[in-house]
């Protein structure tokens, strides 16, 4: 079965220093990573994806993701941290990749930015 | 792009009634849906995966027979609490699925906060 976890509940940053957040996957086959962002009492916004090709995936607000498959890693990325990114950050890993396949999340990591 | 909504975005009710909770894909249809839940500061755990014109398939420890599932039409699921107690209180967002081949994309729903009193 397929698992993912982030072993950083929070993860501070100080604005405009890089941020990382962790994600490592446990996955049989081809393993198809996401990441998404949680705002209080919101759903769930899709930032990028891993399906196949690059290693390092681009996504929305600045964020990128590099897939390690030796580390069975995906963590997170952006170059220049904002105040605004402070949200709850899930890693998530689907087992195939067709929309009847269930995605499992990670347990979460909350990120903050101090000005 | 695809747009999923659910409603109520809240809802209070007392022990013992059912609420029910509607999870629509606006410009897309859906043939599988997935309730999550979401205890404060926890990740998403999966419910259930609802079917189009099939019975639902509950998670290990999710009761069937408390948290129906209705999955309607190709646009519309539903999630009834039956019977609804203050430890089913909890943050439930559904996802509706989009396949575009390579693009297939997960969409979420905004959340349903369920507070039983």
């Known amino acids: 079965a397929q698992s993912v976890a982030q072993p950083e509940d929070q993860v501070n940053v100080a604005e405009g220093n890089p941020l990382t957040v962790k994600c490592t996957y446990s996955v049989s086959g081809n393993p198809y990573l996401f990441w998404y962002v949680q705002y209080p009492n919101r759903g769930l916004q899709f930032l990028l994806k891993y399906i196949t090709g690059d290693n390092l995936v681009k996504g929305s607000y600045g964020f990128e993701a590099e897939f390690n498959k030796s580390q069975t890693s995906f963590h997170l990325k952006k170059p220049s941290a904002l105040v605004s990114d402070s949200a709850l950050y899930f890693c998530?890993?689907?087992?195939?990749?067709?929309?009847?396949?269930?995605?499992?999340f990670g347990s979460g990591t909350r990120l903050s930015i101090r000005p | 792009g695809a747009v999923v909504s659910q409603h109520p975005s809240w809802v209070i009710c007392k022990s013992g009634t059912s609420v029910k909770i509607e999870c629509r894909s606006l410009d897309f249809q859906a043939t599988t849906m997935f309730w999550y839940r979401q205890f404060p500061k926890q990740s998403l755990m999966l419910m259930a995966t609802?079917?189009?014109?099939?019975?639902?398939?509950?998670e290990q420890g999710v009761e069937k027979d408390k948290f129906l599932i209705n999955h309607a039409s190709l646009t519309l699921s539903t999630l009834t609490v039956t019977s609804a107690h203050p430890e089913d209180s909890s943050f439930y967002i559904c996802?509706?699925?989009?396949?575009?081949?390579?693009?297939?994309?997960?969409?979420f729903g905004q959340g349903t906060r369920l507070t039983v009193v």
């Open positions: 609802s079917n189009e014109g099939s019975k639902a398939t509950y």
């Open positions: 996802s509706a699925p989009r396949d575009r081949g390579m693009n297939t994309e997960a969409f």
């Open positions: 998530a890993v689907r087992e195939r990749y067709s929309s009847a396949s269930k995605i499992i």
